[in-house]
């Protein structure tokens, strides 16, 4: 991933912390599989600040493109344009005070996943929060602090010495989440975190979520609960087949959807 | 018929005694066959997890040799060791022959291709689970291995045991770099070889007992480390 663009005008402006890592913008990425383009010319700016939800139909390919965020994957065509390559030092002198660029930590990855399923260690809870903090090169004397914020966090205390994979569903998503917030991402990518999850879960999640991004770090959440893009959302990316179909700020795209697609979706149409 | 008796009940005097050469015998074996086992998982386990884990030309072609070492005949085994250890082969200046050392290089040699087949697909089924999750923290490849041991510990534990037994009922390498000498390099298979072709059969049937025993004990520790493991879901 390469830093190429010139956003020294959105600094200026006050709107980019200076040696922050978005935006990111995506130039016509495409991603195939055995040829077949599971994700069809891909253009979009994720700003800093706003929570983005991305919304659509199942196989839109909303999946695949938190993926490529993450690096996981790599476009097979296009241009994924960070501000800022991901191995650069950061947090320069006269950064915004408070935000998340300031508090990332250094040689941890500045963005983090929520996977839809959990992937959970073989170990307790505190010990899947410890590896998570050693791997991600939290100095060895910060940890026993940071690891007692992230079960406060997760409201995991009195959980700390207990198999992660006997948790309920809720208290492993709610593991997974705070562990993605150990390295204090610049961005939290979350595929559809809840999912399974019921309401009083889901909930509990959502606080986690907001809580981070009054943090300032920036949310792209996939969902395909209605009603949580709209208790979330400040901007949606509407996917259908691969393609990005409609993007708007939050309240325009529910009040005034401009595609069929989308104006189907959120009636309760079967999009396919 | 009543020979027969004679024998179990003298191989139970012996046992109930602590006969001094069965004593010896399986204190032999077991610190034989327990160091050849801490030597291939030595070797066995971070090697496993590398080929788990690496991606290189001729991977294939390694793991294929390592999975059909599992079953090679511990006779061939002893038979190159006893060349190279032989007088006249490259490691016959060292004086290794016909001593525990060499039987423990001949077990370590049956056991290591056990314990790292058995962690190679392990550790490469774990990998495949946890790949995305490690990825997004930048943790891949070599980075990952201890983490993923520590994961697969009681699946590895499970491999070890089983290299274990494998070790501790070879009979054909330790015969032939050992040379069933006694009060040397006696140790209970070969035992029971020599002593059932004396006619002895107190003694073999003795020593026949301590083997099963420690099969029993063996397969009884896997169950209860798999059923732990399983209760505290870390597997």
Redesign the interface.
Known sequence: MSAERDFTGLEAAGRVAPGALLPVTLADVCFAVNGTDLLRGLSLTIAPGSRTVIMGPNGAGKSLLL?IL???IQPTRGQLTWRRAWGEARGTEGDTAGSATDKHTS???PV??V?QRP?L???SVAANLT??LR??RVPRRDRAARLEELLTLGNLQDRRGQ????LSGGEQQRLATVRALA?NPEMLLLDEPTASLDPQATQAIEALIQRSHGQGTKIVMVTHDLGQARRIADEVVFMANGRIVETAPAEIFFSQPQSNEARAYLSGHLVI | MQELQSAFWEAGRLLLTFDSDLTEIVLLSLRVTLTAVFLGCLIGFPFGAFLAVARFPGRSLIVLVVNAFMGLPPVVAGLFLYLFLSRSGPLGPLGLLYTPAAMIIAQTILVTPIVTAMTRQVIEDLYQEYDEQFRSMGLSGARAVPSLLWDARYSLITGALAGFGRAAAEVGAVLIVGGNINHVTRVMTTTIALETSRGNLSLALGLGFVLITLSLLINAAVMSLRGSAKRLAYV
Do not use: D, E, T, Y
């Not at chain 1, 198999?163 to 006997?166: D, G, K, V």
């Open positions: 993926r993450q690096g996981l040689g941890a990855p983090s996943i996977l992937v260690l073989r170990r590896h998570a791997v991600l198999p992660a994979r006997s390295g």
